[in-house]
Structure formats: C-alpha cells, structure tokens
C-alpha cells in the first residue's frame, strides 16, 4: 500500500470503543462492522503520521495494557467492571469507571467515540482535557427481526436510554 503524505502538526488520536475491541475478530461475539471500521481508519491516520490509540475495556485478566497493532496504532485496555466477556447491555453499569480511567490516560489532541456507550464515557474527559471530541454511533438498536446476541434487547438500554 501507497504511503500517503504526511499532514502536519502530528497529532495524538483517542479511538474510544467501550464495549468491544478493535483488535477482535470481526463475526466473533460483538465484534462486526464497526471493528473493521475503527481499524482502518487508524491505520489511514498512521500512515499519515498520526498517533492512534485505541482504547477499550479489558475483557480478560490475560489482556496486556498495551498493544503494538502497527506502526502508529496502540491497542489499550482499562479495566472497567469484570475482566470477563459481558453482554453489550450489561457494560453500560461500568462507564463511569472507565470514564475515570480514561481520564487518567490524556490529554490527546482529538477524541473519537465509537458507539453511544463509547461516547458518554470519552466526552467528559474530552471536556476536561479542552479537546474536541468526535462521535459516530455506528448503530442505536437492531432492525426488527434481526438476530441478537443472547439477553441483548433490540435497542437502547440502561443509561443511554435515559
């Protein structure tokens, strides 16, 4: 693949993906589309020569803190809630807790959430670090009569339903 030229000032990027991690599988557990998504946009901005890191919960004890993926792409993990695998719809308990851990880790010059769950917990440490922050929801709720992860319901629960 072509080097793209490069963009200055080099920047420092946060991907937030709360509830599952860019480096999975795509079409194992939660992990689809947005995955891809995250992955490819970091690694464009790479090779543009930015920093990326993307930052998601730690869903095992094995996990390490941080990840080499490519050259200019971080892979880290908080640990927010269990160190176990969770239902998308039970993650939401643990946002503010990686809200705080996340907070500890900046500041980074542009914050970019991917899903609701991502976005409520990266914008206030995106407000107290005076940086933009950049939202896509990738998703809000399941098309009728699409197939779900067991126990998930179709659309928003708990604290992005209020």
């Known amino acids: 693949m072509a080097k793209l030229p490069s963009v200055s000032p080099m920047l420092r990027i946060a991907f937030v993906s709360l509830h599952t991690s860019p480096a999975d599988m ?22 543009l020569g930015h920093q990326v890191e993307l930052i998601t919960r730690r869903s095992s004890p094995d996990l390490p ?7 200019g792409v971080t892979l880290r993990h ?17 946002i503010g807790e990686f809200s705080a851990g996340l907070r500890g880790l900046g500041p980074y010059d542009v914050v970019h959430s991917h899903h ?20 896509s929801f990738h998703s809000v709720a399941a098309l009728p009569g699409s197939p779900l992860a067991e126990g998930e319901p179709p659309g928003i629960s708990g604290a992005g339903a209020r």
């Open 116 to 135: 609701w769950m991502s976005g409520v917990a990266a914008l206030p440490a995106a407000r107290a670090w005076g940086v933009p922050h950049v939202q």
């Open 65 to 71: 803190d941080v990840l080499e993926l490519e050259s």
């Open 26 to 47: 795509p079409g194992s557990g939660d992990a689809g589309g947005m995955n891809v998504v995250e992955r490819s946009q970091a690694a464009a901005l790479a090779r």
């Open 78 to 94: 908080l640990t927010a809630g269990p160190t176990t695998k969770l239902a998308k719809s039970a993650i939401d308990q643990h």
